[in-house]
């Protein structure tokens, strides 16, 4: 049995992009759907078993019509070949409201061939062409729809949190009873597992998080636990295997380091044991790149420009068709010398880019641990001159030129 594990579509993210002319969309959502693409004709081309996307199909809770119009062909390609797809519900997915619709209800109230979607705990157990298999669910949930009022009423921040940890992995173990033993058996959660790599999505975080420990999750009597609600790919057990497919595009620079893509996870039953054997492979997909290009200039560079240019140069390559940040470290004094024009010639190549600059001036004279109101003006002009290093004579006629002016401005001010 073949299932495809992927999560994270956050479709609706297009920073960093521009109008695509012939289409008329953003060029970042067109990353997205070409990211959706590549998992949708792996599946078709390699023929599995199942689909199991792990939440989070938009940025938005509300999304766009055209977001969903283009989610909905890719799952219809799916479901038309005849590959069931089980859809959870993650906390990007949840309306504003309660009562309204999730942004992949729609399926269901369709009726929709072949698709699934768990808005709530459940075991689902899904005909495939390789058999039955069963998901045990565990959808993003809402505080309000674990715990009542009464349940928090006197608990602190840290002792609501574990009694959240205790109602799912509750709602997990009531679970695990119901399983067929002769079947495989899946966990799709979308959740946070504490240990796990966190990275931009804590930036695009909607809901309160609930937090599960790995031993919550790792239950043997599941062959596989796909995860999703991070965007990093990472394996917290392998056995069972523990796996967060990750977000299929790059949200952020955040992410620029990361891989991303799918899981393909097989399920084989041991000819001589009868036992399952589970094993998985992390596929990349090809998306936007995103480079930073780091440059630090000094004082005495006659020619600035040539040298971020330079910099530049040496990763053509990569800043063509990527999202570029160029950060440019230089003396105030300096500042002016660089010609930017030239440096945005340099990086027209690149999708999208931006320059930004680190001015370093030059800092202002401390006199020693004494504050302003603790110097006089002439102390404060002695202290200046010999930082300086200027001459005892010509300190000597500073100091007494300045002396007069002190006196001058005081009786004028008496």
């Known amino acids: 049995m073949k299932i495809l594990h992927f999560a994270d579509l956050h479709l609706g993210v297009e920073n960093y992009g521009h109008i695509d002319p012939a289409t008329g969309l953003s060029t970042r959502l067109l990353d997205f759907l070409s990211a959706l693409d590549q998992v949708i004709d792996y599946a078709l081309e390699d023929k599995v078993d199942l689909v199991l996307f792990c939440g989070d199909a938009y940025k938005s809770r509300e999304p ?42 729609i399926f269901d109230t369709l009726a929709v061939q072949n698709v699934y979607v768990s808005n709530h705990p459940d075991i689902y157990r899904i005909p495939t062409p390789s058999g039955t298999i069963q998901i045990v669910s565990l959808p993003w949930l809402r505080r309000s729809a674990l715990l009542s009022k009464e349940d928090t009423k006197n608990l602190n921040f840290d002792q609501i949190n574990q009694r959240l940890q205790q109602v799912l992995t509750d709602i997990i173990v009531a679970n695990i009873p119901k399983l067929d033993p002769k079947l495989p058996s899946i966990l799709a959660a979308h959740v946070w597992v504490s240990g796990a790599k966190v990275g931009s999505e804590r930036t695009m975080t909607i809901g309160q998080e609930h937090e599960l420990l790995l031993s919550n999750v790792a239950h043997p009597a599941f062959d596989y636990i796909a995860m999703g609600h991070l965007h990093r790919h990472q394996v917290l057990s392998t056995n069972p295997p523990v796996v967060y497919a990750g977000s299929l595009e790059r949200v952020d620079f955040g992410e620029e380091e ?15 044991t009868g036992e399952r054997q589970v094993s998985f492979n992390f596929h990349q997909v090809e998306g936007r790149r995103f480079l930073t290009i780091n440059i630090g200039i000094e004082p005495e560079d006659a020619d600035s420009t040539s040298t971020v240019l330079k910099a530049i140069a040496s990763e053509e390559e990569k800043v063509k068709d ?53 110097i006089t003006p002439l102390d404060a002009l002695k202290a200046y001159l010999e ?20 006196q001058e401005l005081n009786t004028k001010q008496g």
């Open 387 to 406: 930082s300086k290093k200027v001459s005892p004579e010509r300190t000597k006629v500073l100091l007494e030129y300045g002396e007069k002016l002190i």
């Open 64 to 105: 766009g019509q055209t977001h969903q119009r283009e989610f909905a062909k890719r799952i219809n390609r799916l479901s038309t070949a005849g590959i069931p797809i089980f859809l959870l519900v993650g906390n990007h997915d949840l309306p504003n409201a309660i009562g309204r619709a999730t942004t992949t209800e």
């Open 258 to 272: 990361d891989d991303k893509g799918f899981c393909l996870v097989e399920i084989e039953p041991n000819k001589e």
């Open 322 to 374: 990527a999202i570029v940040r160029l950060q440019i470290s230089l003396p105030a004094e300096i500042e002016g010398q660089l010609r930017d024009s030239d440096l945005r010639n340099a990086l027209k190549e690149a999708h999208y880019f931006n320059i930004a600059k680190d001015i370093k001036r030059e800092s202002r004279f401390r006199l020693g641990t004494q504050t302003a109101e603790e």
